[in-house]
């Protein structure tokens, strides 16, 4: 084995630069650190060939190496070594890929490829439009006659259920008719609101109302109202023991009703081209786990429903109650799985435009509305998933109102608007601009206010023009609503089914007019006539007592306590007096002759104290 020998640093660095090629011009190597070198030795292999030097580091040696000489130790090679690639660091999920642009206005758009409008039937109402339909016609068709036996059947079993746990009440099996006259009696409340339910039976008083006490008594509508059921009693007994399984049904006691409700709202109408989906709430506050609270919606806490209307007229077309988040498996989001939901495509067709607002909004949702071949249109949220980010040429809150921007990325459409504040709005069947504008009050810097015309995207002059149709319904509703307090939060949805099938019924009297070129009744004078029918008495009817109140005006004539006896015209009758009934009121006692001819009230009839017309006032 050859002996290493010891030479110092410097030397070893003096023939490694003169071995290098790149440095075989240069005479010397000097380094500051000289002193520093010869100190320090290092061990090194010296062979016979100094243009061959090789150098080993022994281990022990490693931690105490310069940091000057640290770029001299080579760490061990592979024999094919990895190219390195230089990676920029960047958050952006697409980083090689430049931001595209926003796009104004003046900037020219292609629009998409619309879908063809195929409707499965042609639109409008699906009856005979020939026919003339009475209120209770029109009504019937939601509530027909298999429903109300159907009712009947499950609220008289409820009864027999509730008295065999020992409740006290008198019951007689409810019949169809009955029913019938129950439901004309919840929507004449619906149109006269009065304090309370005994209210309206309520007698001998200015505020009686006669027509329910000739309709039902007050103990049998009550009675009907507390066992009204619309599922069987031993089903619902099934169902309940299946609570905390997946096999358990919130809505169970609901279905067999909403069923052939949203049947019948399906079968005699086919929408217009264009749909609106928005969320409705019937008020409650019932503890089931469903009720909701949206504290952006004037009735906050409730139930909540999807509800997918036309647009043109607000006809409830198909509803879906929310049961909560815990209900329902999701992979696409509730909102997504809504909209999906209340689209029967061979029900309806293909090529609606569907309007619905931010939370609905999705790219993902609108291009599977794309596939199904129907379009879409509605406002989006900031941050929503695959919306655009870049902040190339965007809005600011210092642009000017009425400025537009747009992306288009293939069919679909993002634009932004800023009025009063920035809107953003995607959709699926428009152009960005197409020379809209809107009419806006400003003020001038001397503080008056003057009007100006700004320009406004397709997008949101068509989504304003046919978003409303929810609301629409809603507010017919809210008109002559049926809703009442009730003990079970199930009878709060039967009171909604019957508001849901009054106000359809009344949309397709208005388009039977309209196909027949007759004036419509107005919606109050449908409910009235609805009311009416139900309870098979005639609108213009006249109660007992309000015919003998009006006898009875037309004998009110003053005549003498005591009058003259025809018989015995020459005899004068006594003095009678007796004391006014109006006097003592005021605390006055008069006496008078006079009296009421039908009242037989005694009455003052002088100049000075005219009791008779005051009392009869």
């Given amino acids: 084995m050859e002996k290493r020998k010891i030479i110092p640093i410097a030397e070893a660095m003096k ?40 150098y080993t580091p022994q281990k022990s040696q490693r931690r105490g190496t310069p940091p000057h000489l640290r770029k001299l130790e ?31 206005h003046t900037d020219p758009d292609v629009g998409p490829k619309l879908p063809r409008f195929v409707p499965a039937r042609p639109p409008g109402v699906q009856l005979d439009k020939s026919k003339v339909y009475s209120p209770l016609d029109l009504f019937q068709l939601f509530f027909n006659n298999n429903v109300v036996r159907q009712l009947c059947s499950n609220t008289n079993k409820q009864a027999r259920k509730r008295l065999a746990q020992g409740l006290q009440f008198k019951w007689v ?14 929507i004449f409340m619906g149109l006269l609101k009065l304090g309370s339910v ?8 200015i505020f009686s109302v006669p027509f329910p006490r000739t309709v039902m008594p007050r103990d049998r509508w009550l009675f009907i109202s507390s066992n009204i059921h619309m599922s069987d009693p031993a089903e619902d007994s099934v169902n309940d023991r299946k609570k905390g399984t997946p096999d358990y049904d919130p809505l169970f006691r609901l279905k067999p009703l909403m069923d052939e409700i949203k049947a019948a709202c399906k079968s005699f109408y086919q929408p217009k081209k264009n749909l609106s989906i928005d969320e409705r709430m019937v008020a409650t506050k019932a503890k089931t786990g469903m009720t909701q609270y949206m504290k952006d919606k ?36 509730h909102s997504y799985d809504a909209v999906v939901a209340l689209l029967d ?29 129907f379009g879409a249109c509605g406002t989006y949220r900031e941050g929503r998933k695959d919306t655009p980010k870049s902040t190339v040429n965007a809005i ?47 003020k001038k810097r001397d503080g008056t206010w003057e009007f100006i015309s700004i320009p406004v995207p397709t997008p949101i002059l068509e989504y304003n023009k046919n978003m409303g149709g929810v609301d629409l319904s809603d507010q017919l509703i809210q008109y002559t609503t049926a809703h009442h307090k009730v003990m079970r939060w199930y009878k709060t949805m039967f009171l909604h089914f019957v508001d849901i099938a ?15 070129e007759t004036n419509p009744l107005t919606h109050r004078a449908f409910m009235e006539e609805l009311s009416a029918q139900l309870a098979r008495v005639p609108l213009e009817t006249q109660f007992p007592e309000i015919t003998m109140v009006a006898n009875k005006k037309t004998e009110h004539i003053p005549v003498p306590i005591a009058p003259l006896d025809p018989d015995k015209p020459e005899h004068r009758p006594a003095d009678v007096r007796k004391y006014c009934e109006h006097c003592k009121v005021g605390k006055g006692y008069n006496k008078t002759p006079w009296q009421c001819g039908a009242c037989k009230v005694p009455l003052c009839n002088f100049l000075e104290r005219p009791c008779f017309a005051q009392w009869h006032s």
């Fill in 15 to 54: 023939k490694i630069m003169e071995s290098d090629e790149e440095l075989s011009g240069a005479e010397s190597f000097h380094t500051d650190e000289e002193g520093y070198f010869d100190d320090w030795q290092c061990p090194f292999t010296d062979s016979d060939d100094d243009d061959d030097i090789t």
């Fill in 74 to 104: 080579s760490p061990r090679k592979s024999e094919n070594p990895r190219p390195k690639v230089k990676r920029p660091r960047s958050r952006s999920p697409h980083p090689s890929t430049p931001e595209q642009p926003w796009k104004t």
């Fill in 173 to 186: 099996d409810v019949t169809p008719p009955e029913f019938l006259k129950y439901i004309s009696l919840v």
């Fill in 198 to 205: 005994k209210a309206y039976w309520r007698q001998k008083n």
């Fill in 298 to 333: 004037p009735t906050k806490w409730g139930f909540k429903l999807f509800i997918l209307a036309d647009s043109a007229n607000g006809y409830t077309s198909n509803f879906n109650v929310y049961t909560g988040n815990a209900k329902s498996q999701t992979t696409s989001g």
């Fill in 345 to 373: 495509k061979p029900i309806l067709g293909c090529g609606y435009h569907i309007y619905c607002d931010n939370f609905y909004t999705s790219p993902k949702l609108f291009q599977h509305l794309s596939s199904l071949n």
């Fill in 396 to 442: 600011s809150k210092k642009s000017q109102r009425g400025s537009i921007r747009w992306i288009r990325d293939g069919n679909l459409l993002f634009v932004k608007w800023m009025d009063a504040r920035e809107v953003s709005i995607c959709s699926t069947i428009h152009q960005a601009y197409t020379s809209g504008e809107v009419t806006r009050r400003q």
């Fill in 502 to 516: 009054a106000c359809n019924s009344y949309i397709l009297h208005k388009e039977l007019c309209a196909e027949q």
